[in-house]
């Protein structure tokens, strides 16, 4: 189980309740929405306002908590920070579905940072297409 206070203590910030119940469902769902978060945690806390989830989000992708996964077309979803990986992002559904990045891939950013004397500190690799799902439910 992961240890939202622990986590959210090393990032500077307070474990407060509305934090504590924001991550265990951006856990839970793994990518999700402002929006659909809202509704989420209305359901266990009702008297948060969404201001506080917009509030709160952003302080925690500012102190690299969660990440922003941006959607072309649609709003951003949130995840846990993790380690470096790929977002395969489908502009249809919205559905963003992690994979790990490979040494082909490490590679090529290796050497791209080292050809654009670049120092790479941080990647976040967002490839937009349409799922699988998506391509069956149009060819149907």
């Known amino acids: 189980m992961t240890n939202y206070a622990t986590i959210l203590k ?22 999700i929405s402002i929006d659909e ?15 506080t989830v917009y509030k709160n989000i952003i302080l925690m ?5 969660l990440v922003e996964v941006p959607i072309v077309g649609k709003k951003s979803k949130y995840e846990l920070h993790k380690d470096d990986h790929i977002h395969l992002v489908c502009t249809e559904c919205g559905d963003v579905e ?4 490979i040494d082909e891939t490490e590679n ?11 120092n790479l500190t941080k990647q976040q690799i967002n490839l937009y297409g349409i799922c699988k799902h998506c391509q069956e439910k149009v060819a149907s």
Do not use: C, W
Request: no cysteine; charged share 25%.
């Open 10 to 31: 090393e990032s500077g910030l307070k474990a407060t309740f509305q934090r504590m119940q924001l991550l265990d469902t951006i856990d839970r769902y793994g990518h």
């Open 37 to 51: 978060l809202y509704e989420e945690v209305l359901k266990v806390y009702p008297t948060i306002s969404l201001a």
């Open 61 to 65: 992708v500012e102190n690299g908590v």
């Open 98 to 101: 992690d994979r790990p990045i």
């Open 108 to 118: 090529i950013l290796t050497t791209l940072s080292k050809n654009e004397h670049f």
